[in-house]
Nanobody, 125 residues
């Protein structure tokens, strides 16, 4: 079982940047597709981006493609989400997730096996 812990969230002004980290333990993440999701108050959990096991391929939600960048360091068992040009509508709890089977383009959160506890990102206008 993979344990995931997100960090790096916080309060930032519109136009600012944040870098989220997702540290994994108990098992290596090199066998897992890793993804980031977010959930705003009163809304369903939303797919942000996924990265392949090697890190060679990524798949973004259209609205985040130009501003967010996912990366992974399998040696450090960590996944990152660099978020630039943040907007108030990016305010949400951001979750890291891992899936053993399937590919990066299946963005259904139910297909992911393990989840972190989330980190709050708040963007002020």
């Amino acid at each position: 079982q993979v344990q995931l812990v997100e960090s790096g969230g916080g309060l930032v002004q519109a136009g600012g940047s944040l870098r989220l980290s997702c540290a994994a333990s108990r098992r290596t993440i090199s066998s897992y597709v890793m993804g980031w999701f977010r959930q705003a108050p009163g809304k369903e959990r939303e797919f942000v981006v996924a990265i392949s096991r090697s890190g060679g391929s990524t798949y973004y939600a259209d609205s985040m493609k130009a501003r967010f960048t996912i990366s992974r360091d399998n040696a450090k068992n960590t996944v990152y989400l660099q978020m630039n040009s943040l907007k108030p509508e990016d305010t949400a709890v951001y979750y890291c997730a891992a899936r053993l089977e399937g590919g990066i383009s299946d963005y259904d959160p139910d297909e992911y096996d393990y989840w972190g506890q989330g980190t709050q990102v708040t963007v002020s206008s």
